[in-house]
T-cell receptor, first 111, second 114 residues
Framework: EDQVTQSPEALRLQEGESSSLNCSYT??????LFWYRQDPGKGPEFLFT???AGEEKEKERLKATLTKKESFLHITAPKPEDSATYLC????????????FGKGTKLTVNP | SAVISQKPSRDICQRGTSLTIQCQVD?????MFWYRQQPGQSLTLIAT?????????ESGFVIDKFPISRPNLTFSTLTVSNMSPEDSSIYLC???????????FGSGTQLSVL
C-alpha cells in the first residue's frame, strides 16, 4: 500500500531561521511527488511536482528535492507569511490519478 | 491555474440529515475529484467524477453514502447522506489541469454534524 509520512508534525522557526521538512514515501513505482501549501480555512495550493530522484525545484524561499525514498522542502530565511501547513503527496505508476497525501507539517514562523 | 468555487463554505447539520456540496470550475475539465480532510488526518480521496459516467469510489466509500453527480464538464455535486458526527470533516473538490501541475483545490466545505 502506498504511504506518505511527513515530519515533523509541527515546526516553529524564527524569521530568517532556515530549515527543512521531510516527506518519506513508499510507493509501487513513483509517477510523481507533489508539494502543497495549505492555509487555515483554504484548500491546498499547488507548489511543486518532482518526477525523478535528483530533481530539484525552487520557488522564492522554497526548494524541493527528491531521492528514491524521500523528499525535502527546504525553507531559506523564512518569513511569517510562510506560516502554513505543507502537504506532500505521491502518485503511483499504473494509470490511476489518485494522490496519496501525508498528514502535513504545520510551520509557524515567528517575527 | 483554475478557479474553483465550492458551496457552502461551512455548515452545521443535524444527525440523520443530508448535505449537498456544489463545485463549479471556471473551465471544462475531464475529471473532478472529491477529497475528505478529517481533523489531524491526511486528505483522502472519496471518488473521481467523470462527466457522463458513474463516479469511481475509493475503498471505504460507497455511493449510497456519498452520491455524486457530474452533469457537465464544469460542475459536480457531492452529497453526504444520513450524516453522523463521524462525517464532520472538510470536504474538498479538486481538478487536474494537466501535466506538471497537479490538482487545484476549491476552498473546501467545513461540515460539522451534531
Amino acid at each position: 500500500e502506498d504511504q506518505v509520512t511527513q515530519s515533523p508534525e509541527a515546526l516553529r522557526l524564527q524569521e530568517g531561521e532556515s530549515s527543512s521538512l521531510n516527506c518519506s514515501y513508499t510507493v509501487s513505482g513513483l509517477r510523481g511527488l507533489f508539494w502543497y501549501r495549505q492555509d487555515p480555512g483554504k484548500g491546498p495550493e499547488f507548489l511543486f511536482t518532482l518526477y525523478s530522484a535528483g530533481e530539484e525545484k525552487e520557488k522564492e524561499r522554497l526548494k524541493a528535492t527528491l531521492t528514491k525514498k524521500e523528499s525535502f522542502l527546504h525553507i531559506t530565511a523564512p518569513k511569517p507569511e510562510d506560516s502554513a501547513t505543507y502537504l506532500c503527496a505521491v502518485q503511483a505508476q499504473g494509470g490511476s490519478e489518485k494522490l496519496v497525501f501525508g498528514k502535513g507539517t504545520k510551520l509557524t514562523v515567528n517575527p | 491555474s483554475a478557479v474553483i468555487s465550492q458551496k457552502p463554505s461551512r455548515d452545521i447539520c443535524q444527525r440523520g440529515t443530508s448535505l449537498t456540496i456544489q463545485c463549479q470550475v471556471d473551465s471544462q475539465v475531464t475529471m473532478m475529484f472529491w477529497y475528505r480532510q478529517q481533523p489531524g488526518q491526511s486528505l483522502t480521496l472519496i471518488a473521481t467524477a467523470n462527466q457522463g459516467s458513474e463516479a469511481t469510489y475509493e475503498s471505504g466509500f460507497v455511493i449510497d453514502k456519498f452520491p455524486i453527480s457530474r452533469p457537465n464538464l464544469t460542475f459536480s455535486t457531492l452529497t453526504v447522506s444520513n450524516m453522523s458526527p463521524e462525517d464532520s470533516s472538510i470536504y474538498l473538490c479538486s481538478v487536474d489541469r494537466g501535466v506538471g501541475e497537479k490538482l487545484f483545490f476549491g476552498s473546501g466545505t467545513q461540515l460539522s454534524v451534531l
